[in-house]
């Protein structure tokens, strides 16, 4: 019995300690908040696993903030959200749906590889 | 291997679908044309705008004409069938993601809720005319083998996007079929009996002609 307490609380500590690992969750869909009432379930999108298979080390083109003067995708931050430059609603620049549509279909179809048609991401 | 086929259907198979129903439509509506202007010149003699207008908007009502009162049941899924056909292919949601996305080409999308009852729609429409065929002694009497290819023709783009909207079977083989039915349906449209799109309108402006120029009474 004096053995099986010890362990127990280590086994409490471990798993304790694998939240912070679990909240550091990987992305596996595109859940835009700023889509308030989107039209069909959110994008499958495993981020490690597309990267790794798509032998992408980058950040760019996906994560980028503006172009420069040659209309190359100057190398953005991470952090910084789709929407906090693309809007949902038609104004300045790309909107945001067609920000994603865009990025996602058009390197899919110079690759020759991944999703094209809607319900490859969009799976119900 | 998916990636190649769609991009095959969606660009030159789609392109060449498009080309042969616009130069396909001009062809058919031109060789008619010259044929009347050969064989038939008091038809378009007769034929007068004012006489032909007044008929097509009044068989465009819903039992507006003793034809649509003759049988409720045809004309109610008549104009239910084809209201549908032509609105949801046009402003179904994806497909004005596409207009968007391919032509830059903004505008405004049916629900998806009503857009999928329309679709279902125009397939309970298909199975009513095909039912008739079958069951209703004249209409089965004037059908042919040509009127059951292009019922099927017609139909086949709302079952393969209905499928594939739903993702019912394989998606990636139901949204290729869906796009080869699509393109099918488009080219085929000046050869076959769904050419009643580009001269039925000419057929009823001749008729309202004859019978208020020339007999001087209503054709409704």
Same mark, same amino acid.
């Given at each position: 019995m004096k053995k099986i307490i010890p362990a127990l609380l280590a086994m409490v500590l471990v798993l304790v300690f694998m939240l912070p690992a679990f909240g550091q969750e990987d992305i596996v869909e595109l859940k835009d908040p700023a889509f308030t009432a989107p039209k069909r379930p959110a994008a499958v999108f495993k981020h490690d696993e597309h990267n790794e298979l798509a032998q992408i080390d980058d950040c760019t083109p996906c994560h980028h903030e503006d172009v420069d003067e040659?209309?190359?995708?100057?190398?953005?931050?991470?952090?910084?959200?789709?929407?906090?430059?693309?809007?949902?609603? +038609?104004?300045?620049?790309?909107?945001?749906?067609?920000?994603?549509?865009?990025?996602?279909?058009?390197?899919?179809?110079? +690759?020759?590889?991944?999703?094209?048609?809607?319900?490859?991401?969009?799976? +119900? | 291997m998916f990636n190649e086929i769609y991009e095959l259907v969606t660009g030159p198979l789609a392109w060449i679908g498009w080309g042969i129903f616009l130069l396909g439509s001009v062809y058919k509506l031109a060789s008619l044309w010259s044929l009347a202007k050969k064989k038939d010149t008091s038809s378009i003699y007769y034929t007068k705008a004012k006489f032909g207008l007044r008929s097509i908007a009044q068989w465009s009502l819903p039992f507006g004409t003793l034809g649509w009162r003759e049988t409720p049941s045809v004309t109610v899924v008549t104009f239910v069938f084809h209201i549908c056909l032509? #609105? &949801?292919?046009?402003? #179904?949601?994806?497909?004005?993601?596409?207009?968007?996305?391919?032509?830059?080409?903004?505008?405004?999308?049916?629900?998806?809720?009503?857009?999928? &009852?329309?679709?279902?729609?125009?397939?309970?429409?298909?199975?009513?005319?095909?039912w008739r065929r079958f069951s209703v002694p004249e209409v089965a009497f004037v059908t042919s083998g040509h009127d059951w290819f292009v019922?099927?023709?017609? &139909?086949?783009?709302?079952?393969?996007?209905?499928?594939?909207?739903?993702?019912?079977?394989?998606?990636?083989?139901?949204?290729?079929?869906? &796009?080869?039915?699509?393109?099918?349906?488009?080219?085929?449209?000046?050869?076959?009996?769904?050419?009643?799109? #580009?001269?039925?309108?000419y057929s009823r402006a001749y008729i309202g002609s004859e019978f208020q120029g020339v007999r001087h009474c209503k054709d409704w």
């Open positions: 040659e209309g190359q995708f100057i190398e953005g931050d991470p952090d910084y959200k789709c929407a906090d430059c693309h809007t949902v609603e +038609k104004g300045n620049g790309t909107p945001l749906q067609l920000a994603y549509h865009k990025m996602c279909i058009d390197c899919h179809t110079e +690759k020759k590889a991944g999703p094209v048609a809607c319900g490859q991401c969009h799976v +119900k | 032509i #609105l &949801v292919p046009i402003f #179904l949601s994806a497909h004005v993601i596409l207009w968007e996305e391919w032509f830059g080409v903004s505008i405004p999308a049916l629900p998806n809720h009503v857009a999928d &009852v329309m679709t279902l729609l125009v397939i309970a429409g298909g199975t009513f005319f095909a019922l099927g023709v017609v &139909v086949a783009p709302f079952l393969t996007g209905f499928l594939a909207y739903h993702q019912i079977f394989n998606y990636e083989v139901m949204i290729v079929l869906h &796009v080869i039915t699509g393109i099918a349906w488009l080219a085929l449209i000046p050869f076959t009996r769904l050419s009643h799109m #580009l001269v039925s309108w």
